[in-house]
């Protein structure tokens, strides 16, 4: 058996009851196999791909807290620190109550080749917890986000591990947890990223994963001799990645005519109002259904259905495995030319290897969100050097971070063989920099 496969066998057989996570594990070290068989005995005696696959350490605690009627509940919290090979931890905290260590772990092993990709010096971690924030009072996610910071701040800080946002971890909840964080540490520093601007945050960061899926798709496009611009492209979700994808897809000229959240999805044929769609999510924090109140020529669905909306480009910006494989089907069927996973790992392997035989061009998460992860780097070094960038400065360097990752990626396909293969190129690129890093540092 291949050195790959055992690998892979292991991590199913000591990780049982983790499907995402084996799904990633299969998905990364699947497509490192000619880099892994050109080096295999070397990796073989240096347990490479077990120390790749294993996380540093993996931190599960209790978060108690008290309702608004003053009853006791608990969650569980997480933190996976995965790999510091080449920088501190980072990675997002999620609060979802699908969240459990499989998903954690998933995520954060996602996460070391992302930020690997990046360029910047930060290596691989994920937490959360299985709270679910919706329905809760700003008491209620203020009481959660300071006991889980109780846990939390015991195993952060600004050179060691910085979490950010993700799914249910949005300004308000950062900001919760950096306070209860200052108070208990005492130390005003850049453990976290994506705080509020008037204590640190930055500049262009809440924009950034949205903003960095079109600076990548665009590039990708315009090296295929196509372009973005009159698009028609088709999002799913409606929160921090969805929002901001379809507010430069509009400032790029093309029109977005979907979008969807957990109980239905919009179709607006005239573009998506983005004005209507921060008013619904971010301030009066609603469900879709009350869109058409705004726009009444568009269309409220309960349940799934965008990808059967007729587009050129996809973007998936909503949560894991949402895009399957008929939805693929369906997709190319109705003309689809280029799909860009704005969330983390959104469509299935068999969606991405339908994708890919059929000619359409596939940007794997790990390329195509990891502006928000590089922005967050950004948010470091100005804490760090206590300084804040403008707006245009920080969202220029978005821009050519993700420029240079997607020509970076498309080397490394083209190196091994496997040209316009994006996922096998991000993987192979994100690899090689974490791979020599861990070599250099020796057996730790
Ligand atoms: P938000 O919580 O802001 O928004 C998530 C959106 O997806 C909401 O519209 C939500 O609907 C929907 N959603 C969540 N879970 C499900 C589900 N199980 N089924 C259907 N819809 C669902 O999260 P983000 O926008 O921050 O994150 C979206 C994705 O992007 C995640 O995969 C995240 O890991 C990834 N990502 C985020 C980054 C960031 O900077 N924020 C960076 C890189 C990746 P509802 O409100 O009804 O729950």
Request: with cysteine; glycine share 10%; aromatic share 8%.
């Amino acid at each position: 058996m291949s050195y790959v496969d055992e690998v892979i066998e292991s991590v199913i057989r000591e990780n049982p009851n983790e499907p995402e996570f084996h799904q990633a594990i299969r998905e990364v070290l699947d497509s490192l196999r000619p880099v892994v068989e050109a080096n295999e005995q070397q990796y073989r005696r240096d347990a490479l791909l077990e120390r790749l696959v294993n996380p540093e350490r993996q931190i599960k605690f209790r978060v108690p807290w008290i309702d608004d009627c003053g009853q006791v509940h608990v969650n569980t919290g997480y933190r996976v620190q995965f790999n510091s090979a080449i920088g501190p931890y980072k990675g997002g905290l999620r609060l979802h109550p699908s969240v459990n260590l499989g998903i954690i772990k998933f995520l954060g092993f996602e996460q070391i080749f992302k930020n690997s990709l990046t360029g910047l010096p930060i290596g691989g971690g994920k937490g959360g917890s299985d709270f679910d924030p919706k329905g809760k009072s700003d008491r209620e996610i203020m009481a959660f986000c300071q006991n889980f910071m109780s846990e939390l701040c015991k195993y952060i800080g600004a050179d060691t591990d910085v979490p950010a946002g993700d799914i249910g971890t949005g300004a308000r909840e950062i900001g919760y947890m950096f306070g209860q964080y200052k108070k208990l540490r005492g130390l005003f520093e850049g453990v976290l990223t994506g705080k509020g601007l008037s204590y640190s945050g930055s500049l262009a960061r809440t924009e950034a994963t949205g903003y960095g899926v079109l600076y990548i798709t665009e590039e990708m496009l315009k090296c295929h001799g196509e372009k973005l611009e009159g698009k028609t492209i088709a999002v799913s979700g409606a929160g921090n990645v969805a929002i901001y994808a379809i507010e430069k897809a509009h400032q790029l000229g093309c029109r977005v005519v979907t979008c969807s959240d957990s109980t239905g999805w919009i179709y607006d044929p005239d573009g998506i109002d983005i004005d209507a769609l921060k008013e619904i999510k971010e301030v009066k924090r609603e469900r879709l259904s009350v869109y058409p109140d705004y726009r009444p020529n568009a269309e409220y669905h309960e349940g799934k259905g965008v990808w059967n909306v007729k587009c050129d480009v996809a973007l998936p910006c909503a949560t894991q495995n949402e895009l399957t494989l008929e939805d693929a089907k369906q997709l190319v069927k109705n003309g689809v030319t280029a799909v860009a996973e704005g969330a983390n790992m959104p469509t299935t392997m068999e969606a991405t290897e339908y994708f890919q035989s059929n000619g359409v061009y596939f940007l794997p998460g790990k390329a195509a969100n990891a502006g928000g992860v590089a922005t967050s780097a950004l948010e470091m070094s100005q804490n760090s050097e206590r300084l804040s960038w403008s707006f245009d400065d920080v969202d220029a360097k978005l821009k050519e971070i993700m420029i240079n990752l997607y020509h970076n990626i498309d080397r490394a396909a083209e190196k091994y063989g496997c040209g316009g293969n994006y996922v096998i190129g991000a993987n192979i690129a994100g690899f090689e920099k974490v791979v020599n890093a861990m070599n250099a540092q020796g057996i730790v």
